[in-house]
């Protein structure tokens, strides 16, 4: 799969992190110094992506600015010595290519996905959603390429989740399962009640697919919540009879696509990082102590009253 191209749907408003996404996307929040789509770029390139299509929405192009040359604040920097702040981003506009397609009404991760079809003829696609970060020894997307090229088919990342959380994903079926890691899907379910679940491996943000799932999610029906979905336009790909299996990321992931999320992202990337970790471990000992303060003064009230 070399030269795969990859999409990053971005267009959907983000209503978790209202009202701070109103006007900023919320692929531009920062962990830490970095917006959270940078990571995203990062792993693509690491992985041996060059080409991104990102799908884009009203608001979002600020986006496109942050991947971009800024020719004023480079100057200013470089008489200041402190062009260095901007190596990363710097590095990647250097070596990615952007490509923005804009979905001009949000009906769906499905319909976004669809909307970037232009840009691909018959080869297989990358999916990236930007909420899903992943670190480890090996880049999470890396690993779906190795796993599609050696099985030549269809792979969807997953991850085992608590029985009372499957209503929140897409969960799969299993048909077969070859390693701890790796399994053929059978069906596909989005947004299961708890009980009616087929298991707990919730599909999570990265998918290798083959180019056949532009025309699985042409004229497909709105589904859960309302919204065309990339799920069931996998399980149309199941249906013509193509192989999907699903592979368990080596690594860890962050959701930070919701502002407890986020804000527990931004903590353990603070206590990881060389520059933050001794200054946020301080701090949170310090947090300690005063939580356990407080729950000493709540404790000491319940007895108060109990004793009244
Ligand atoms: P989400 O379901 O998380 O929606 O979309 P959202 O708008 O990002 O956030 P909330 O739920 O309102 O807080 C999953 C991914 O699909 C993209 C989103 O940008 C996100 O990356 N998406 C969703 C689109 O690009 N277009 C859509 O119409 C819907």
Redesign the pocket.
Known sequence: MNGIKAII?????????LPASKAVP?ELLPILDKPSIQYIIEEGLASGIKDFIV?T?KNKKPIEDYFDLYPELETILTASKKDHLLDSVSKIIKTANFLYVK?FE????G??IWTARTAFSHEHVAIF???DIFTGAIPGMAQLIKVANQEKCNVIAVQEVAKQEVSRYGIISVRRQFSPNLFQVKDLVEKPAPNKAPSNLAIVGRYVLSSNIFASLENLKFGSGG?IQLTDGIQNLLLSGEKVFAYKIQGQRYDA?TTFGWLKTNLDFALKHPKYSEEIMKYLAKLEKDILFMQGKAEALKNKHKTI
Do not use: I, Y
Request: zero cysteines; charged letters at 15%; hydrophobic letters at 40%.
């Open positions: 749907p971005a267009a959907g408003f983000g209503t978790r992190f919320k799908v929405g979905q949000q009906l769906g991760l319909h976004a959603l930007p909420d919204e696509g």
